[in-house]
């Protein structure tokens, strides 16, 4: 890899000390000022396992679209997690195959994600709210992450894929284990829980699909189970291993993400009075709110590809050859200050707002619609509904660098 001699001159031992893999511990608390380090100092980072950390907006945005780039990482994981489950989940699903697989997977799913099935759901997300807003009322104390946020967006996933509400707390439990490995560094622990949870997820699917299966028809828009048995009855190359991870997937990358942006943007509209207030008193629409809310939390902080052909940085920040591990941090460029004004305040009414909080190119977040519906009700609902709400205790973010959220939210209704 080459750098340009502007960023060797302005390469700090502070920046290029930075490891990813054992970051320092207020780095969980507040990423933000270590993003604006690498940025400024060492925008190419390479990291201890060879791979390269892109923290610049320019950059990351020219590595998503690059149609070159590959996501399968089987050679990677299989070093990581060794064979099993795991490891099978993790190169199974689109989010880490290539085309034609990419494309014939989604293809089968995305109407469930389209704008038309989306506004569908808008009763339905609006009846969740409504429910879980005076479960809390009736509990005065309660931990915002746990007892309301996660309900929303668990309660959907689990309609979309098609099992029941009441396991929610169940295969949550089970799907944050297939997740965490995919951390820069986990312990042997966490890879062998993460084998497990693969093999028991797909056993409480199994009996799902094999109902569903055996019906004289079936109806592909009832959920994602139907869909995709529908398809491979109709010829479609979808195996029932195929059908299963997507469901896991779906259920991982549905709710995780959105719970935390639900959860985040209420902890940091209490620090924030007048964005509050903007919000609070419809002074600015939620809509851009939204935008603006998901630029400042992103809740997938890092994605990876690999490049197949030497990529030259359009930034002028350097060459990755083929080969390169990249590693693309949108919540850093998120808070590029070349792209955003005061990128580490909350701007409700920021124009334009390109942030990348979703990815792009053909790996843009499929779930985007559905998030943006369930935080746009949400949001609003909480700061309608219970507009006494204060901390009640120290809020505690999840030691995770690939997602940021809290773990802990403690709040009470004065």
Not at 77 to 98: A, I, Q, V
Not at 152 to 176: E, S
Not at 328 to 336: I, V
Request: with cysteine.
């Amino acid at each position: 890899m080459t750098v340009n001699t502007a960023v060797d001159e302005a390469l700090s031992d502070k920046a290029r000390a930075f490891n990813l893999f054992n970051p320092p511990e207020d780095y969980f608390d507040n990423p933000s000022p270590f993003f604006r380090l690498l940025r400024d100092g060492d925008p190419v980072h390479t990291q201890e396992d060879g791979s390269v950390l892109l923290t610049r907006y320019d950059d990351v945005r020219q590595i998503w679209r690059d149609v070159s780039g590959l996501v399968n990482k089987r050679e990677q994981f299989c070093k990581r997690f060794g064979e099993g489950p795991l490891l099978e989940h993790h190169t199974s699903t689109m989010l880490f195959r290539d085309n034609p697989d990419h494309d014939r997977l989604r293809n089968i799913v995305n109407p469930f994600f389209s704008q038309n099935s989306i506004q569908m759901l808008s009763r339905f997300t609006q009846e969740v709210v409504d429910r879980e807003i005076e479960k809390v009322k009736k509990m005065g104390e309660f931990d915002f992450v746990r007892d309301f946020a996660f309900r929303i967006p668990v309660a959907l996933i689990c309609k979309i894929i098609g099992v029941p509400v009441a396991d929610a707390d169940h295969i949550q439990a089970i799907g944050r284990k297939v997740l965490f490995p995919l951390n820069p560094k986990v312990s042997e622990t966490a890879i062998a829980e993460g084998h497990d949870a693969v093999t028991e997820f797909k056993n409480y699917l199994r009996p799902f699909l094999d109902e569903i299966k055996s019906r004289p028809t079936i109806d592909p828009t009832e959920s994602i189970l139907c869909a995709m048995a529908a398809a491979q009855r109709e010829g479609v190359e979808v195996s029932d291993d195929e059908i299963l991870h997507m469901c896991i997937v779906t259920l991982n990358g549905g709710h995780e993400t959105t719970t935390n942006l639900i959860s985040q943007s209420i902890h940091f509209l209490m620090d924030d009075t007048e964005s509050l207030s903007q919000l609070r008193g419809g002074e600015v629409p939620i809509a851009p709110a939204l935008e603006e809310l998901i630029r400042f939390i992103t809740p997938l902080q890092l994605q990876g590809r690999r490049t197949t052909q030497e990529v030259v940085l359009e930034s002028g920040n350097g060459t990755l050859p083929a080969g390169t591990e990249v590693v693309l941090c949108q919540a850093s460029a998120n808070r590029d200050e070349r792209i955003f004004g005061d990128p580490d305040k909350l701007n409700l009414s920021r124009r334009p707002n390109n942030h990348v909080g979703f990815g792009a190119g053909i790996h843009v977040c499929l779930g985007r619609p559905l998030a943006r519906l369930e935080a746009s009700i949400a949001i609003p609902t909480v700061l309608r509904e219970l507009p006494t709400l204060t901390r009640n205790g120290k809020v505690r973010f999840q030691h995770n660098t690939r997602f940021r959220g809290l773990e802990l939210f403690p709040v009470k209704l004065a």
